[in-house]
């Protein structure tokens, strides 16, 4: 007597259901008081505070929310999904990882342990049942009846790529043959080009209108093999079966069509039964999790048993398992019989391909996860369906198509501003050609206008709304046909890229030939528990951080210039170097400097040993418990390393030439390394997960290299570095992570919370190499570290290169190891470049050429404050070519110099104090010499870009220099060959 799974639970089912319905109805689950709808908040409002908004359902139509009121959907997805709504979490990823129901895991949980299953090839009644869920899967999904499944067979697989590979791997490919497909598919379908090719056929990728007027020719004597999504995975583009409708009106009896249905039959069924049989697609690849949540791992392949001729079974060429097998010899000649290779016993196509034990209990938990979607999301508004009815599903569809519409008209409708959009959403090739796009969206986020229209990266986004609780996907996602037409990537850029160290899911946001094109899109899907609630906390969170008023947009252009210039006495308050990569640092009272960076500093990093990823505090937070030191006067030089709980660690730095160079990946660039064995125990034990300590192999042995490993930066030529990932140096000042706490503050007071003192940063969150303060009243400006284009300390003069881009590493607390929201989310919206990243700090390098230290060693010390006299100037640009500069109301004209004959342009340098050293950075496009002359009236200095700089020390007698700080000086300045002009040079004397 077989076993039938709907009666092993319909009573634990309808308990359980009864006790749901209970809970829908209880005055006691009822929303939580949380702020009115709105569309935009105040930029004061604490991240805390995005609570969900109650929803009035009278607003929607009646098939959201499946038919139920507004209190009875929200103790639904209280009782069903507990960890969306205990949480506050924002789940916007339901195409990728829709959560299932509590009740649908607790009757697989009740279902196995009352009925013991067993493997099907043994046990009949389990083959039954596993037989009778292939019938329901194609009624459920596909709206098969039971005599129309007759021309249908099902395949188990792990999931829609083990399906459209199955494929590949079995069509029969000759030199014939051919695979066209979709360009804009997923990589999963795009994939079987691989097995085309391997076979000798050709493969074409195809744009819409190519690939639906595409057929092959019957005389060529191969098979085509057509592949498309139903739904396009990023854009939610959905072609349906049209597609198939059309190319099998034309199609010959060598053509065969393959549909990617993962994407759609997530909210939707694919109704066979309203198409005509012999134009319906030969084969269909999904996964159940998509639709049901539960379970992962099991997937089906749908197809016709008359195409199944397309499909070789070849005894010789193809693996065979267990189960897929009429009979095989066991020595030579050999050979084999698939399954139902006589004509005796035709069999079904599923004994051939199905190789070894099907995953029958995954097959049990797909039964239980049907009953629950039947009986959770049937539509309340019509009479209960059977469980093969495709109701619930078409429940689900109506259900999230409200939700996507709702959710592009809203972020469509926000604007900076200057009025221009903030969401660009991209539409599929063939957008609303035959169907209305599904309940997935993708999106790009842009800057105002005024800002230059420019594409925020999808990175950035991505750390803000972990941060907010809030879960979507970016990247190339796996479609890098849609990815190439959006941003305009052509495959010499893709392969461009992937040669200088990019890869799928680095985390790089621009690149291509100009360097500026988007590496990745934003994308947001809706599910079954999806609800109103959801939108408007997205929308909220879109305004809230990104997007920009006038105010705003202002100070991110750029920081007012003070031209009085007024002296700002600093001095290096702290001074830290970080032995290992992303572990603690150490504080210190001087150090010796190195081209690279501080003496020793990032010279060690921690190698995952399961992933060969560099090990970061992102993910692993315990790193920063881990703290290493070396004293640089011992010999020999050793690192000690300590940690809670563990030995003193002792690593020696002596140089040997036996050990082995190994090559590591990291920011996109390959960096020598040195493997040190003996503490590799030490720091998986510590750190629980097996890892590897790596030394910069340079620093190892005199035979290596550190020319392999450089930073650059626009303006700069590049930088050597070890494990650093951007510069050899970073600086912050205390005024500035001062302003910082001072904002954190403000933002709660503006909503009635203080914050806890575990809230106010630290500056060791920022891990920075360098800190500056001032003694005087005041201190330094904020930010003051931002408008320098130069910095001596202790005579030693450091060139800034770039503004710090941060990520959610500075969320670490440096002491205790525990993640926090800020300070990013506060940066985030105080403190976003014209890009909209997050920036902190400045990237500096050693100038040791202008320090004036000759090859002696080179130090820099803390808490020295005999300042020196400050060497301050600003170099104004003026307006017009020197060969059209005219006579104005407010100076002198320059004169132009012999002997140039192209056009450029003309300084005037302000000094502030008397000085024998003055840094200028001038551009000329040509020429001998340059005169600067007088400012025309109303030529304001304003702060300047540079595409390219460089800096010359040009020694002039103080006597040249005017002992009025307002009179502009007309210096000749003889050979310089910069690029460019930097508007603002500040070059403080720090320290000694």
Sequence with gaps: MGINLTQTVSSWFSSSFHATQSALSSSSLVPRETPPESDTVASSTSLS?????????????????????????????????????????????????????????????????????????????????????????????????????????????????????????????????????????????????????????????????AFLSSSGDEDEGGYVLHGYPAQCNVTGSRLGLHPARILSRRKRRNEAVLVDAAAYLCTSPLHFSDVPYEEAPDFVAGSFYKIYGHPTGLGFLLLKRSSARFLTTSSNSRYFGGGAIDALSVSSPFWVHPRGSKETRPGLVHERLENGTIPYLSIVALSCAMDAHERLFAPRTSSAASWASTAPLRAVGKHTQYLADLTRTKIGGLKHWDGSPLV?????????????????????????????????????????????????????????????????????????????????????EFGGETGDKPLGLARISFGPCSSVEDVHMFVRFLSRYFLIAKEVAEMQNGHPVDAKLQDHHAYLQSLVRYPIKSCGGQSLTSCTLTPAGLLHDREFMLIDSATGKTMSQKQFPRMVLIKPSIEDDCAP???????????????????????????????????????????????????????????????????????????????????????????????????????????????HADNDTEPSESQRIHPSCFRANFTISSPLPGGLPPFHEDTLSHLSIGGHMFQMLARCRR?????????????????????????????????????????????????????????????????????????????????????????????????????????????????????????HMAQSGNPSVGDDPKPGSCSRLDHFAVNLPIASLSQTDSTPQHIRVSALRCRELRNILNVPKIGR
């Design 49 to 209: 505070t995005l609570s969900k908004p109650r929803s009035s359902l009278e607003e929607h139509p009646t098939y959201y929310a499946y038919g139920l009121s507004s209190a009875s959907f929200t103790a639904l997805i209280a009782s069903e999904y507990p960890s969306l709504h205990s949480s506050e979490l924002v789940h916007l990823d339901h195409a990728a990882s829709p959560p299932p129901p509590t009740s649908a895991i607790s009757a697989f949980a009740s279902c196995i342990s009352s009925t013991l299953y067993s493997n099907p090839h043994s046990h009949l009644p389990t083959q039954r049942e596993v037989d009778r869920m292939r019938s329901r899967v194609m009624q459920v999904l596909f709206g098969l009846g039971e005599r129309e499944q007759e021309g249908w067979d099902l395949v188990w697989t792990s999931g829609a790529s083990a399906s459209l590979k199955l494929v590949g791997e079995h069509f029969a490919w000759r030199p014939e043959a051919n695979y066209r497909y979709l360009k804009e598919s997923h990589t999963s379908l795009v994939g079987i080009r691989a097995c085309a090719l391997a076979g000798g056929a050709a493969a074409e990728a195809l744009d819409l209108d």
């Design 424 to 508: 660009k959403i991209h539409s599929g090739e063939g957008s609303a050609r035959w169907e209305e796009d599904g309940p997935t969206i993708a999106f790009t986020l842009y800057t105002p206008s005024s800002q230059g229209s420019r594409p925020i990266g999808h990175a950035h986004l991505l750390n803000l709304t972990t941060l907010a609780n809030i879960h979507l996907r970016t990247g190339g996602l796996c479609n890098t046909g849609v990815l190439a037409r959006v941003s305009n990537l052509s495959d010499r850029e893709f392969e461009n890229l992937w040669e200088t160290g990019r890869v799928c899911g680095d985390g790089q």
């Design 807 to 927: 990520c959610l590493m500075i969320c670490v607390d440096q002491d205790t190891g525990v993640r926090m929201r800020e300070p990013f989310c506060c940066l985030a919206r105080h403190r976003r470049s014209g890009r909209q990243r997050v920036e902190f700090g400045m990237h500096l390098m050693w100038r040791q050429e202008l320090s004036g230290y000759g090859s002696g060693e080179a130090r820099v010390r803390v808490g020295d404050q005999d300042l020196n006299e400050k060497r301050t100037g600003i170099i104004y640009k003026q307006s017009e070519p020197v060969s059209g500069i005219k006579e104005g109301s407010g100076g002198n004209a320059a004169p132009q110099p012999r002997g140039v004959s192209s056009i450029f342009h003309t300084y005037v340098l302000y000094p502030h104090h008397k000085s024998k050293l003055l840094i200028l950075n001038v551009g000329l496009r040509t020429g």
């Design 637 to 747: 030089e050793v690192m000690r390393v300590s940690a809670e709980g563990m030995p003193e660690l002792i690593v020696p730095l002596e140089k040997n030439d036996d050990h082995e160079v190994t090559h590591l990946r990291m920011c996109s660039k390959e960096a020598p390394s040195r493997p040190s064995a003996q503490a590799d125990e030490w720091f998986s034990k510590f750190l629980g997960v097996s890892c590897h300590l790596h030394r910069f192999a340079c620093l190892v042995s005199s035979s290596s290299s550190c020319s392999t490993n450089l930073a650059t930066f626009d303006g700069s030529p590049p930088v050597p570095i070890l494990f650093s990932n951007e510069s050899p140096f970073t600086l912050i000042s205390t005024s500035s992570v001062d302003t910082v706490n001072n904002w954190i503050a403000s933002d």
